[in-house]
């Protein structure tokens, strides 16, 4: 005796041996969500390398490509650990911009070491991470809004901390100092890979392993995919965000870092582009903003196509006002790859 | 059934719980014995919901007492109902969709590498667990679900509900509670879901069924807890009621 009595699970049931060429690209990129990034990385260097005489493939245009992206991309792996688990963090580049002030300020005006400069400018990004954390988790606020009032506030408080000023390279002891030293490079060829390029593989690898290896990393994905089915497996979400969001914290620090070696200086109104560059580069790296899904190999290869994008089309000779129009495009279609990729099975 | 000399397994005695007028549960008792099929049914707002979560850690009482296997239970949240061995399995909310099977299975007690692999960088035993996946779902003859790394979304209702049966037993469990585990399921896979039940029970494993669906519980149950304003009020077996005079007690109309 049944309640329901229909037959139409049969028919679905053989529905679902019957795929169609789209059904197969669909399921592919479910599995493998960095394919699409991939391919648009690929495609699009090929065709700069055609549109700009040669001039895009050379070994220096590549090491420029990878220096301009370090910022970014370092901080676009805080900001992939946040939307991985559906929140977003609008204050990230105002957040590094604190702690790259904090750095240079406690090591010109107080004369702190450089590396205990460091270790404070870490504190204060972890600090800073912690204060997102415990709000969100706590005050059960919407990530939006809260980073988007820390924005603000991160962005005063840089100013009023450095009275708006640019503190010199030599102030901060010359290209030889520690704080500066991501801004060193050696040459592979003729391409010129700086530290700060290195110290930003370094972070996605580390991430890389953590998220895909440890017990942590599936907690991260399962507290985003879906919080109440991962509360009922045991696993304490409110720990597992706050834990990301001093995660992204410290990395602000580390963002700080490298964008003092990039600049050779310090100041409230630099990167003013990395805010909203770190989004972009997650979502067209795959990831997806309702949470759950994505790989933080993904938003590297989001943040180079960023800045291939404008590079190349800057070589190929395009006006540069057109450089927004085709990122936005990159957005908009990445937006809608994934609407289509979550459908998988529906 | 002879109750008489049989010891439960879980017991609940004099249940409480109050939301400040309502009372959810009003001195409500449970008994669960080895290798039964426990229905529970009951009108809404019966108490169903609260009792069940009374048992699985979601909800503390107010008042009364719950023994496993004699040992009295003092739960704080579901992790120490688990940490005893009490599984529960939810209606909608059991498998996080994007995950794999695997990783569901062992989500929230994932098995780390031994040596410093596991120690100091705390990797995770990912072959490990897969083998250990892929044996749990054969054990329950799932033999449907080919590949253990396919992502739970991509399954069927009655797959997704398989794999979370299957996380509920495959643990060294004591009592799996199943929380509307045909609802959302077709004719089909709401029968694959009771032949899942039937199954845990012939492993000797106790399971509790709430459901509001009659025939399900009729069809799976070897005993039947008919809860109404909050208490137990009877118990009947499948042998010696019909589904309207179970009906009518659940209803007070008998």
Redesign the interface.
Known sequence: ??????G???L??LA?HDKTVLDRIQ?AL??YPVTSPAVVLLVSGIVFAMLSNGRFQRPETIGIILQQTAVMATLAVGQTLIILTAGIDLAVGTGMLLTHLVIAKVAVDQGVPPILALLIGMMVGLALGAFHGFIVTRLQLPPFIVTLGTFYIFNSLSLVYSKAQTISKEALGGENSLLLWTGKFFTVGSMRITVGVLVALGLYAVVA??LS????G??V??TG??P????????NTNRVLLSIYMVAGLIYALGGWVQLGRSLSASANAATDVNLETITAVVIGGTSLFG??GRIWGTLVGALIVTVFRIGLNLAGVNVYYQNFAIGSLILIAVALDQWIRR??K | MSEATRQPILTAKGLVKRFGRVVALDDSDLELYPGEVLGIIGDNGAGKSSLIKCLSGAMIPDEGTMYLEGEQLNFRS??DA?DVGIE?V?QT???????DIS?NLF????R?RKGILGSV????D?SGMRRDAKRALDELGIGTLQDITQ?V????GGQRQAVAVARASAFGSKVVILDEPTAAL?????GQVLQLIRDLRDRGLPVILISH?M?HVFEVADRIHIQRLGRRIAVVTPQTHSMSEAVAIMTGAA
Do not use: K
């Not at chain 1, 290896?213 to 942590?216: D, L, M, V």
């Open positions: 005796m049944d309640s329901n009595p229909t139409e699970d049969a679905v049931g679902q399921h479910h599995r392993y953590a290896n440890t017990s942590w599936r907690h994905y399962a995919d879906d109440e089915a991962a509360r009922l497996a045991g696993i759950g899904r998988v099975g | 579901p992790h688990r529960t939810y909310l059991a498998v996080a969709p994007a995950l990783t989500l929230g007690r994932e780390r960088f705390r990797m995770v990912r992502a979304e991509t399954l069927s077709g004719v089909r896979e709401s669906n025939p």
